[in-house]
């Protein structure tokens, strides 16, 4: 019999454990069907590292690194821990040391207004600003923003590769009119991928100018591809577009594959501690991304199963607060679970 798929879940903070709770039974429903998979929960966050100091500690990485498939993470962030260090140590982390390189931020067409907004949004996921170097003095705050072309082509190639195989154009973020070095590497990079994917119509668009025309209108734009920073704020605005960033989901993955653990799948919003434990959070943002952890798998059928009870739960008029409903989390998720085929 073939090993079974190894899944680490990290709950976290705040939203992050509700949601994750709603997303344990359609693990359990995989495995009723036939799917091979173990399941292990690791305590990492901001009530661990209160209590004990440990953030996520290397014995701890290297577990999930050499012992398992997946991550399904939920979120991090507590005002308790106010520069936020458990959080870098234990997410950023995960991104950077597992060489994520690839965040997939998809805007599920089934959640838009009518059904006219089908973007996806591919952002390098481990450099750029979010690298965690500078320096604070007296009077002066810098903060390093670093591009390698390794992370740089991985990503584009991701992204150059999933526009060839659906027919889309493609559109690179960027500000290499005024960052000339660092956005200057995208751009050398993706004129060299242009050239060689003809069949893709790509274009590169300053980010601001690409924001512009985002609002005024989303239903021309495909794949959008960014560096770190200009993808998390362009896929941020993107969930406006499907309901705000309750629903909103992703991946990260990395297309090397350097080691076994190559995924991370998580909602794009964060713990939400204003509202945690009280039942507020809306979980489709967490069972879009564990359909998007199924769809890495090879388990089509399952995906395809979860974002269709999903859009149904939805156009029967099931809301969480968010999106105007009366839902709880939990109500939420059995309503969604109620219509697995």
């Avoid at 990485?61 to 234990?90: K, N, S, Y």
């Avoid at 500078?134 to 072309?149: C, I």
Wanted: a negative charge; charged letters at 20%; hydrophobic letters at 45%.
């Amino acid at each position: 019999m073939a090993q079974p798929i190894r899944i680490a879940l990290i709950p976290g903070d705040g939203v992050g454990g509700e949601v994750l709770a709603e997303a344990l039974p359609c693990l359990e429903w995989a495995r009723n069907r036939g799917r091979a998979l173990e399941t292990v929960t690791f305590p990492y966050g901001a009530d661990h590292y209160l209590a004990t100091g440990e953030t996520l500690p290397d014995s701890a990485f290297t577990d999930l690194r050499d012992h398992f498939d997946a991550i399904l993470f939920g979120a991090v962030g507590d005002p308790r821990v106010p520069d936020g260090r458990h959080a870098e140590e234990i997410l950023l982390r995960l991104r950077r040391d597992l060489e994520l390189t690839v965040n997939f931020r998809p805007c599920p067409p089934f959640l838009s207004v009518a059904r006219t907004v089908d973007i996806e949004v591919f952002r390098e996921n481990t450099e750029g600003s979010y690298c965690l170097q500078g320096s604070t003095e007296v009077g002066r705050a810098v903060d390093l923003s670093v591009h390698t072309e390794p992370a740089v082509r991985r990503l584009l190639q991701a992204a150059f590769a999933r526009a060839a195989s659906l027919g889309r154009p493609l559109t690179l973020a960027h500000k290499a009119n005024v960052l000339k070095h660092g956005h200057g590497l995208w751009m050398r990079v993706f004129e060299e991928l242009r050239a060689a994917h003809p069949e893709v119509n790509a274009r590169g668009m300053h980010a601001d100018a690409l924001l512009c025309a985002l609002v005024q209108d989303p239903t021309p734009f495909g794949l959008i591809a960014a560096d770190n920073y200009l993808g998390d704020l362009i896929s941020d605005l993107c969930a406006a577009f499907i309901g705000g960033m309750g629903v909103a989901p992703s991946i990260s993955f990395a297309p090397h594959r350097p080691h076994r653990c190559a995924v991370l799948a998580e909602p794009v919003h964060g713990s939400a501690p204003d509202i945690a434990g009280q039942g507020l959070a809306n979980p489709v943002g967490m069972l879009l991304s564990t359909a998007l952890l199924f769809r890495y798998l090879g388990w089509e059928p399952e995906a395809a199963a979860l974002e269709t009870a999903v859009s149904d739960a939805l156009a029967a008029g099931a809301k969480t607060r968010d999106l105007g409903g009366t839902l709880s989390t939990a109500a939420m998720g059995r309503a969604i679970r109620e219509r697995f085929s």
